[in-house]
DNA sequence: CAAATGACAAAAT
DNA sequence: AATTTTGCCATTT
């Protein structure tokens, strides 16, 4: 694992329950602003399931990504909607509520909850 | 070893 | 305003 992928594992395992990041703003917080592609390279390539909330990042505009993910986008919906992240609409989230703001505080806890649990559902 | 590639987003046409 | 190109990390071919 490069660098690169460390900081990425650092910065998202800081997103709140309930709270999304976006591949862009994941970038920026670890001084690359225009690697947003490559966030997701890295979550794709060494995703670590339980330490890393990679069901959190989603796309700028409140898509989830297309094709990957873990199991299915309608799976990360779900895992979302159970941390009580809420929808726009069938396929976005609710981006003006839900967007984590890192600069703000943790807004909650240090992501570390238990959602080995949340996944053992469905 | 050089070249292609990939969970995106912003800059340049 | 809409479409295309660029960004530039690490792994794979």
Redesign the pocket.
């Known amino acids: 694992?490069?660098?690169?992928?460390a900081k990425v594992f650092e910065q998202v395992r800081r997103i709140p329950r309930g709270k999304v990041s976006?591949?862009?703003q994941i970038a920026r917080l670890i001084g690359?602003p225009?690697?947003?592609?490559?966030?997701?390279?890295a979550?794709?390539?060494n995703?670590e399931p339980v330490k890393t909330p990679?069901h959190r990042?989603v796309?700028?505009?409140g898509r989830l990504?297309q094709?990957?993910?873990?199991g299915g986008e309608d799976k990360q919906r779900c895992l979302l909607a159970g941390e009580g992240v809420t929808f726009a609409d069938e396929t976005h989230v609710d981006m003006e509520a839900c967007l984590w703001d890192p600069e703000r505080d943790e807004q909650g806890r240090p992501a570390d909850i238990d959602w080995e649990r949340e996944m053992a559902d469905e």
Do not use: E, H, P, Q
Request: proline share 0%; charged share 20%.
């Open positions: 694992m490069g660098d690169f992928s976006t591949y862009g690359s225009r690697s947003a592609r490559y966030v997701g390279w979550l794709r390539n995703s990679c990042v796309f700028k505009d990504a094709g990957y993910a873990f």
